[in-house]
């Protein structure tokens, strides 16, 4: 179990270039999370897979963004023409289903810089 | 939909003091509650969690914490802080549901070890 890895852990981007980050939940795990995190707030949930599909999306996931899981392994999240309001660590986590409580373990995070 | 209240947004406290750090939360559904710790430029890492049974659950570094279900509370406590202890401590609530369980995060409260 080596954990949930994301990469890459900084991006730093021009307004209106996309960005995609990848996270890589821990191998046992079916359900994988986003969580995006500004300076001084906590971490604010943005969408939710079971496997491949993507079951919930928050309203905070505008257009341009978009989230993808083949195969129900990786996952990877995608912003186009990025605005400087999206600058912010993205987060993912990942967990097992069943009576857990929903534990969820997270990854260090991509810390998104948009100049 | 939940929502969590995180009263002290910074604690200062000397080392080898107690601490404790609130947590108000706000539902319509049943809940489980979580703390989680995030060190400078890690992910989120779980300190302990309610899922039910014995409202006192006690977690790692010696942490615990009580679960009020009457004034709808779960504060940290620590009878003795070390250095190490400085960090970004959150709050966070999900639904008791076997389906998705994303966590909805306080503000946070970032507590600081005085030597």
């Known amino acids: 179990d080596t954990g949930v890895s994301q990469n890459p852990r900084h991006k730093i981007t021009k307004r209106g270039q996309n960005v995609t980050f990848r996270c890589d939940p821990i191998?046992?795990?079916?359900?994988l999370y986003w969580y995006r995190q500004t300076l001084g707030q906590g971490p604010e949930f943005l969408t939710y897979?079971?496997?491949?599909?993507?079951?919930?999306k928050s309203r905070l996931l505008s257009d341009r963004f978009s989230a993808e899981r083949p195969k129900g392994s990786f996952s990877t999240l995608e912003i186009q023409r990025t605005e400087q309001g999206d600058s912010a660590m993205y987060l993912c986590?990942?967990?097992?289903?069943?009576?857990?409580?929903?534990?969820?373990?997270f990854g260090p995070g991509t810390r998104l810089t948009v100049t | 939909a939940q929502s969590v209240t995180q009263l002290d947004s910074q604690v200062p406290v000397f080392e080898e003091a107690p601490v404790e750090l609130r947590c108000n939360y706000s539902?319509?559904?049943?809940?489980?509650l979580f703390w989680y710790v995030q060190y400078p430029n890690q992910g989120l890492q779980l300190l302990l969690k309610?899922?039910?049974?014995?409202?006192l659950v006690k977690g790692i570094n010696g942490f615990e914490a009580e679960f009020n279900k009457s004034q709808t509370s779960f504060h940290l406590r620590k009878p003795s802080v070390h250095i190490s202890d400085t960090a970004e401590y959150f709050c966070?609530?999900?639904?008791?549901?076997?389906?998705?369980?994303?966590?909805?995060f306080g503000t946070g409260t970032r507590l600081t070890v005085i030597p």
């Open positions: 309610y899922l039910s049974g014995s409202t």
């Open positions: 897979f079971q496997n491949e599909a993507q079951l919930e």
């Open positions: 986590a990942s967990s097992g289903s069943g009576g857990t409580g929903g534990e969820q373990y």
């Open positions: 539902s319509s559904v049943s809940v489980y």
């Open positions: 966070a609530v999900s639904q008791r549901s076997a389906g998705a369980n994303n966590l909805f």
């Open positions: 191998s046992e795990h079916n359900r």
